[in-house]
T-cell receptor, first 117, second 112 residues
Framework: GAVVSQHPSRVICKSGTSVKIECRSLDFQATTMFWYRQFPKQSLMLMATSNEGSKATYEQGVEKDKFLINHASLTLSTLTVTSAHPEDSSFYIC?????????????FGSGTQLSVL | SQKIEQNSEALNIQEGKTATLTCNYTNYSPAYLQWYRQDPGRGPVFLLLIRENEKEKRKERLKVTFDTTLKQSLFHITASQPADSATYLCAETTDSWGKLQFGAGTQVVVTP
């Protein structure tokens, strides 16, 4: 099956700093990737849809300038949390639809636990 | 707008029994529903997909049903094992890009 690799798995940072999370499709090309956020005991909330070579589409209520998404190649999308604050502490997960975006199911990365002090 | 509702209470079940989880949607009937498993601190893993015109889908010990009249999907784990302990998420596709809207998930705890 398609493999999505996400790094880092865990990051602790000081308030005000920026953190970059990488999401790679290892054995397939992904035109579209999705970024989700999950708070403890809650569901995954879609943050944005990342499209290769174009600007990301953000969900309502998600700050574009705070959560910068770059999808520069068919195998890599990055999420940068800028000027992080404690309320940004959460579990961030990326996903892709699989080879050539033809799969209806999503393949998820292992997630990144962000803790902002 | 569409909401995906799952029972938030954990389901405690004895090994060997069948676990049944419920997923209800509130508005339109989705073209298909998907079920995922999520372990603590990990990303979800796809389990099963059932289309609107399918009544039932099976995969090994897993079974999913789709009832458009009741606006409900049921997820069954038969002959449950402690290794089945996890949170199970129901999701529907909201657009042509394939982005999913998830329910809150139901935690299943299988005790020996």
């Amino acid at each position: 099956g398609a493999v999505v690799s996400q790094h880092p798995s865990r990051v602790i940072c000081k308030s005000g700093t920026s953190v970059k999370i990488e999401c790679r499709s290892l054995d397939f090309q992904a035109t579209t990737m999705f970024w989700y956020r999950q708070f403890p005991k809650q569901s995954l909330m879609l943050m944005a849809t990342s499209n290769e070579g174009s600007k990301a589409t953000y969900e309502q209520g998600v700050e574009k300038d705070k959560f910068l998404i770059n999808h520069a190649s068919l195998t890599l999308s990055t999420l940068t949390v800028t000027s992080a604050h404690p309320e940004d502490s959460s579990f961030y997960i990326c996903s892709a639809r699989g080879p050539r975006d033809r799969s209806e199911k999503l393949f998820f990365g292992s997630g990144t636990q962000l803790s902002v002090l | 707008s569409q909401k995906i509702e799952q029972n938030s209470e954990a389901l405690n079940i004895q090994e060997g029994k069948t676990a049944t989880l419920t997923c209800n949607y509130t508005n339109y009937s989705p073209a298909y529903l998907q079920w995922y498993r999520q372990d603590p601190g990990r990303g979800p893993v796809f389990l099963l997909l059932i289309r609107e015109n399918e009544k039932e889908k099976r995969k090994e010990r897993l079974k999913v049903t789709f009832d458009t009249t009741l606006k409900q999907s049921l997820f069954h784990i038969t002959a449950s094992q402690p290794a089945d302990s996890a949170t199970y998420l129901c999701a529907e596709t909201t657009d042509s890009w394939g982005k999913l809207q998830f329910g809150a998930g139901t935690q299943v705890v299988v005790t020996p």
